[in-house]
């Protein structure tokens, strides 16, 4: 009760002292799309900020800002994806009600200054950085999974020795306790958890928006290390026609089209689709195991766009098919006679999916600061595999919606959003020919409170309740607050509550790939007879933004903690099994980052960071690291682009560089003298680098390599000798598989 009262008096504080600024100057007002019939409609997410400064913001949903005021600068900057940017000259604090033009209606568009391809804000209340479509350009980011390799605050990991799945984790946890959404609603997790982030292609995707800490309650309540959320490309602003081609030495081969047309005044639509094919064996390493899976996946999706801006309603509806082919083993495997026997060790991983949402929004035309929103999403995910004689077939069928209000408190500077929830998930899954088939069901309401006073101070504090058949019924508060101490400066603190029901067998699937045997310990649970993961999350962000040698820059500072209650334990120190039970005792992951930004030359951009880990858990066997957990990671990318000419035409460069220190690898001292590891692995680092020719606007060549340095894992596939051994397992992978690979791809757009 002392720990709630100190938050209840910290949070009064700070109420009391934000009052204390609302007469301060600003600029203030609402930015909108041009229409025919000159409606106050706003736009969302543009940018806002002052010419040759580190003083920006971002539109709300409702379009509307506020900027502090400084008579050290006069130029406001306004831009947004799709829409002609514009230069304000702004002489004194003031209202300010301005429309964009869309692009594609304009012969010519002037860009007043360049994008970033990566943005902090400085005075949004949690911390949040935007990827935006010119960083996923940095590398062929061919699926969701391959769109972080340029991003610090993203870790990417592999996930075995067999499949060429990589696994995302961020503060030191990984992607299961990631709430990843797409377009706000949640998109990878049950049975997609394991290959989910490989079924979003990446030029389908416009920008991705990364939350390190504790979410937004309005998301659900599972967010435990932070919130991945992305937004697809749109019908109205995407290109008529893009093609996207990629192939490289390993045999992959991607296609990407993407058909836009405008239908009417208010109804755009778009097809996309994506295929991808590799049927070429690769065996590096020669231990008779594939490097990479042979497979193929078809992807399409329907988008539709609809505008009213008399009526103030805006709606998305999006319809998506998805089939995806997997088979991985050992290279002479031949599932039509070997499938189930002891003649060769093999796998099949066979995906179908299909998924709709609708997304509908109104604003009020007399009230633009006050809108209504609603969005429902179903899907169906069926997965039917096989692990040499391990079988794990998932049917989940999921069904969400969200209904949202949004409005002020007296003014614009107090702002609440509040509304309802609900989430079905039916599960059939089959576990050698084990049935663990339930029904999760869950029904909340939220409210959350924003304060926003950009010069000095912001916060969101929000509080949601929902009720589980499952996890009964809980509450998980979330906070966050920004202060500004001085100019080019932003200081950030948060906590908030995470819950969760674990999948433990889709979300560790590469274990399937091993003879351990499968172990739960727990049985009075209502999960696999296992209680719920609760966690808390901590964090402090401190963000500078400076100038050296007249070029801008910024560093960043961040701490956080996530402190386990309850937590589902994945223990596979006995090689020759692996338990699952909750945790009995301590278990947490401290991450520390710092980074760094600069254009050191003119459109030569340096971004470098550090990253420590402390992460452990009370194991049976006592307080140990987590497996495969590098404690240092040191990250560097180098991008340099030439002065675009009048056509668009340019070369940029772009080079990556990770460098990961020992990791902890899993106990196989027991394991016969031939199948045991060391106790750590050695440190290694990773190289890629790309270079694009943009000949003009509608087209561009581009060429890479990835682990240029050739390095890679020895004996990845533990027993490769004897597959249906005792020893067998896959799962132990800390570095690449393949060594050295190039590729090739291009670009057209119209």
Same mark, same amino acid.
């Given at each position: ?49 002052? %010419? ?665 596939? %533990? ?32």
């Amino acid at each position: 009760m002392n720990t709630i009262n100190t938050i209840i008096l910290g949070s009064f504080i700070f109420l009391t002292v934000t009052t204390s600024f609302s007469q301060e100057k600003k600029v203030e007002g609402m930015i909108m799309e041009a229409n025919e019939s000159n409606k106050h409609i706003g736009l969302s997410g543009a940018n806002v900020y002052w %010419l040759n400064s580190q003083i920006g913001t971002m539109t709300n949903e409702e379009g509307l800002f506020s900027i502090p005021y400084s008579k050290d600068y006069n130029k406001l900057i306004i831009s947004y994806i799709g829409f002609k940017s514009d230069t304000l000259i702004i002489n004194e604090p003031k209202m300010i009600h301005h429309s964009l033009q869309p692009s594609n209606q304009l012969e010519e568009v002037i860009i007043e200054k360049k994008r970033d391809a990566l943005q902090k804000t400085y005075f949004s209340a949690q911390n949040v950085v935007t990827v935006n479509s010119a960083e996923l350009l940095k590398a062929a980011c061919c699926n969701l999974s391959e769109s972080f390799e340029t991003n610090p605050a993203i870790d990417v990991n592999f996930s075995d020795a067999l499949t060429g799945t990589k696994q995302i984790q961020m503060l030191g946890l990984t992607s299961p306790y990631l709430l990843i959404t797409q377009e706000n609603i949640p998109m990878v997790r049950g049975a997609s958890q394991a290959y989910g982030l490989t079924f979003t292609p990446g030029t389908w995707v416009e920008s991705i928006q990364i939350t390190k800490g504790a979410g937004s309650v309005v998301n659900g309540y599972e967010s435990i290390s932070g919130q991945i959320n992305t937004e697809l490309v749109k019908p109205l602003t995407d290109k008529t026609i893009f093609i996207n081609g990629y192939a490289n030495k390993n045999g992959r081969l991607e296609l990407n089209t993407h058909f836009n047309k405008k239908l009417t005044d208010k109804w755009s639509t778009g097809l996309y689709v994506h295929g991808n094919r590799r049927d070429q064996k690769e065996d590096g390493n020669k231990d008779g195991f594939l490097d990479t899976p042979l497979g193929n996946q078809l992807n399409v999706m329907n988008r539709w766009q609809y505008q009213n801006p008399e009526k103030g309603w805006v709606s998305f509806i999006n319809v998506r098919f998805l089939n995806d082919e997997k088979q991985v083993g050992q290279t002479d495997f031949n599932p039509k006679i070997d499938k189930f026997t002891t003649n060769s060790w093999g796998s099949e991983i066979n995906t179908r999916r299909f998924d709709t949402s609708l997304k509908l929004g109104y604003v009020f035309p007399e009230l633009p600061f006050q809108s209504i929103g609603f969005q429902t999403a179903y899907s169906i995910h069926r997965q039917d595999s096989y692990f040499g004689f391990n079988q794990y077939n998932i049917n989940h069928e999921s069904i969400y919606s969200n209904m949202l209000f949004n409005s002020i408190l007296g003014d614009t500077q107090n702002k609440f959003k509040t509304g309802i929830s609900f989430a079905y998930d039916g599960y059939q899954e089959l576990v050698n020919n084990q049935d663990y088939s339930r029904v999760d069901a869950s029904a909340g309401a939220f409210f959350e409170y924003s304060y926003d006073n950009l010069e000095k101070i912001s916060l969101t504090a929000g509080i949601r309740v929902d009720t589980h058949n499952r996890l009964g019924t809980f509450i998980t508060p979330r906070f966050h607050i920004r202060y500004t101490p001085w100019e080019k400066a932003s200081l950030r603190g948060s906590f908030g509550r995470g819950k969760r029901a674990a999948n433990i067998f889709a979300e560790n699937q590469q274990l399937f790939a091993s003879s351990r045997q499968i172990q739960i310990l727990n049985n009075d649970g209502k999960i696999y007879g296992l209680e719920p993961e609760d966690a808390w999350n901590y964090g402090v962000s401190f963000l500078q933004g400076f100038t050296f040698l007249n070029r801008p820059g910024n560093i960043t500072f961040d701490f956080y903690k996530t402190d386990f209650k309850n937590q589902v334990v994945v223990d596979w120190e006995n090689p020759y099994e692996v338990s699952f039970y909750n945790l009995d005792g301590k278990s947490y992951a401290n991450s520390f980052q710092v980074e760094v930004n600069h254009e050191i030359l003119p459109r030569l951009e340096l971004r470098t960071a550090y990253k420590y880990y402390d992460v452990k858990t009370d194991y049976k066997s006592g307080k140990l690291q987590k497996p495969l957990q590098a404690q240092n990671r040191f990250f560097a990318n180098l991008g340099f682009e030439t002065s675009a000419k009048d056509n668009g035409a340019q070369w940029r460069f772009d080079y990556t560089v990770h460098t990961l220190g020992k990791q902890r690898l899993p106990n196989t001292s027991s394991n016969p003298l031939a199948y045991q590891l060391k106790e750590f692995a050695s440190p290694y680092s990773l190289m890629n680098a790309q270079i694009t020719k943009v000949f003009t606007n509608a087209f561009e060549l581009y060429f890479g390599g990835e682990n240029l340095t050739n390095y890679t894992q020895d004996n990845p596939v %533990l027993g490769a000798d004897n597959p249906f051994g005792a020893n067998f397992d896959t799962s132990i992978v800390y570095a690449p598989i393949m060594g050295r690979m190039f590729y090739a791809g291009f670009r057209f757009k119209l």
